[in-house]
């Protein structure tokens, strides 16, 4: 029987509104020509509960949190907020509780699954690794920018997790505006990152930013001393 892989870092991609997480990893094996895939970095792809969603008309589907509306200027629903972060908070803990330090965990996710990892890595767990985005926006009153704001005073470093976010020029439903403005809100309250808006792209992942993400999180979590010498 062959051994179990052991992995030193962790990441949790979360998808979209409607979508699964089976259905997102097969999205970025299509782009890519290969699952996003590392030797010594475990990468999960969790799938929504099947919830009431009001932009839907209340009808049933995969989504991480409700909201009123797709809309910057809409208020959250907090009480659904609060759900999904139990969802990631035991995600979180089941990967610390594999060994996984909480600083070699990058949490990120498209459209919805963005915002979610927003809310991971700046409301719930600042000393994440990173923190990754694509296609995706925080609301203008969100609870995030209430967490910069005031921030819990604890020992050690006070860095935010780096944030790389990604945005289709051509995106409609959720306009490049809207990420540039959640970028900047955020950067303003002392996250570090990129933006880069994606020439000719719509509401979609796309090769560019996949490849992009990869060499991105072999930068954040590069293999530990012994598994560089185990390869030699």
Same mark, same amino acid.
Do not use: C
């Given at each position: 029987?062959?051994?179990?892989?052991?992995?030193?870092?962790?990441?949790?991609?979360?998808?979209?509104?409607?979508?699964?997480?089976?259905?997102?990893?097969?999205?970025?094996?299509?782009?890519?020509?290969?699952?996003?895939?590392?030797?010594?970095?475990?990468?999960?792809?969790?799938?929504?509960?099947?919830?009431?969603?009001?932009?839907?008309?209340?009808?049933?589907?995969?989504?991480?949190?409700? &909201? /009123? =509306? #797709?809309?910057?200027?809409? *208020?959250?629903?907090? @009480?659904?907020?609060?759900? $999904?972060?139990?969802?990631?908070?035991?995600?979180?803990?089941?990967?610390?509780?594999?060994?996984?330090?909480?600083?070699?965990?990058?949490?990120?996710?498209?459209?919805?699954?963005?915002?979610?990892?927003?809310?991971?890595?700046?409301?719930?767990?600042?000393?994440?690794?990173?923190?990754?985005?694509?296609?995706?926006?925080?609301? &203008? /009153? =969100? #609870?995030?920018?209430?967490? *910069?704001?005031?921030? @819990?005073?604890?020992?050690? $470093?006070?860095?935010?997790?780096?944030?790389?976010?990604?945005?289709?020029?051509?995106?409609?439903?959720?306009?490049?505006?809207?990420?540039?403005?959640?970028?900047?809100?955020?950067?303003?309250?002392?996250?570090?990152?990129?933006?880069?808006?994606?020439?000719?792209?719509?509401?979609?992942?796309?090769?560019?930013?996949?490849?992009?993400?990869?060499?991105?999180?072999?930068?954040? *979590?590069?293999?530990? @001393?012994?598994?560089?010498?185990?390869?030699?």
């Amino acid at each position: 029987m062959a051994a179990a892989r052991r992995y030193s870092a962790s990441v949790i991609f979360f998808h979209g509104s409607g979508d699964t997480g089976p259905n997102v990893m097969e999205w970025v094996r299509f782009l890519l020509g290969k699952d996003l895939d590392f030797s010594h970095i475990k990468v999960v792809y969790p799938t929504a509960p099947k919830q009431k969603y009001t932009p839907l008309n209340g009808s049933y589907s995969h989504v991480w949190f409700d &909201r /009123q =509306s #797709v809309n910057i200027a809409a *208020l959250e629903t907090r @009480k659904s907020m609060s759900q $999904s972060y139990d969802i990631v908070q035991k995600l979180i803990q089941n990967e610390v509780d594999e060994g996984i330090p909480i600083n070699r965990i990058i949490v990120g996710g498209f459209s919805m699954g963005g915002a979610l990892a927003l809310h991971a890595g700046y409301h719930l767990n600042t000393d994440l690794a990173g923190v990754f985005a694509h296609s995706s926006f925080l609301n &203008r /009153q =969100s #609870v995030v920018y209430e967490s *910069l704001q005031n921030p @819990k005073k604890v020992e050690g $470093s006070l860095a935010l997790p780096e944030l790389l976010m990604f945005h289709g020029q051509r995106d409609t439903l959720v306009p490049l505006e809207w990420g540039k403005e959640t970028f900047d809100t955020l950067n303003k309250l002392g996250v570090e990152g990129t933006f880069t808006p994606l020439n000719n792209a719509l509401h979609e992942l796309k090769r560019k930013s996949l490849l992009e993400f990869e060499e991105w999180i072999l930068k954040k *979590l590069p293999p530990l @001393k012994n598994e560089v010498q185990n390869k030699l």
